[in-house]
């Protein structure tokens, strides 16, 4: 099944060490999206990427970065996690191009990140 | 900047009873709309989506949502609700729509069900 996959799970990291986390599809979707998900809250798009093209929300942290090497793969990087980073990390992707607005977002199970 | 507004934070329902979760949105133009599942440590599983045409919107697991307009809504409906449907539900509208393709979501703050058995 065509899907999208989030690896780990799980990640749980020192305040300040360094942590990526892994997102892939099988869907050849233009359009990679990360956001971030405290507890009890909505998703926050972080940024995304069309095709090589990365967009960066305004108000994400200097201390998240991303690499799309190639259309099946997304990381996300934190460079230097704190306390507050703490959350579930959702990976989505959309196919872009024409679909347009009635385009769809498919999200991956998520990595939970804890922070210590 | 849209916004979803859904007013409750937790519903607590019977098995078999019938569900309606709310969710009121703020936009313009003709918005586009979902509502998205998300169960305990899991992802976000699309539930169904309104673009145009039919306001009444048929989606999975039994789940159908009506758009309605004047009302700025967009309420979820289950005739009868099954332990498992115990989850958080999301209602989102598309927003900064880039014109490349890509768009950013904006979501509500999610309703929790709980199912009594």
């Known amino acids: 099944d065509a899907m999208v996959i989030q690896n780990p799970r799980y990640q749980v990291t020192q305040f300040g060490k360094p942590v990526t986390l892994s997102c892939s599809q099988t869907l050849n979707h233009n359009v990679m999206y990360w956001y971030q998900q405290k507890s009890s809250q909505a998703p926050k798009l972080l940024f995304h990427y069309y095709d090589k093209d990365f967009n960066n929300e305004a108000d994400t942290p200097d201390n998240f970065q991303s690499r799309r090497p190639n259309t099946s793969f997304c990381f996300l990087d934190i460079r230097s996690p704190g306390l507050g980073d703490a959350a579930m990390y959702l990976c989505?992707?959309?196919?872009?191009?024409?679909?347009?607005?009635?385009?769809?977002?498919?999200f991956g199970p998520g990595t939970r990140l804890t922070v210590l | 900047a849209q916004s979803v507004t859904q007013p409750d934070i937790h519903i607590t329902v019977s098995e078999g009873a019938s569900l309606e979760l709310r969710c009121n949105y703020s936009?313009?133009?003709?918005?586009?709309l979902f509502w998205y599942v998300q169960s305990p440590g899991q992802g976000l599983q699309l539930l169904l989506k309104?673009?145009?045409?039919?306001?009444l919107v048929q989606g999975i697991k039994g789940f159908e949502a009506e758009f309605k307009r004047s009302q700025s809504s967009f309420n979820l409906r289950k005739p009868s609700v099954h332990w498992s449907d115990a989850a958080e539900y999301f209602c989102?509208?598309?927003?900064?729509?880039?014109?490349?393709?890509?768009?950013?979501?904006?979501f509500g703050k999610g309703t929790k069900l709980s199912v009594i058995p």
């Open positions: 989505a992707t959309s196919r872009g191009g024409t679909s347009g607005r009635t385009d769809t977002q498919y």
């Open positions: 309104y673009f145009s045409g039919d306001t």
């Open positions: 936009y313009g133009a003709t918005p586009y």
């Open positions: 989102a509208v598309v927003d900064s729509y880039s014109g490349a393709g890509s768009y950013q979501l904006t």
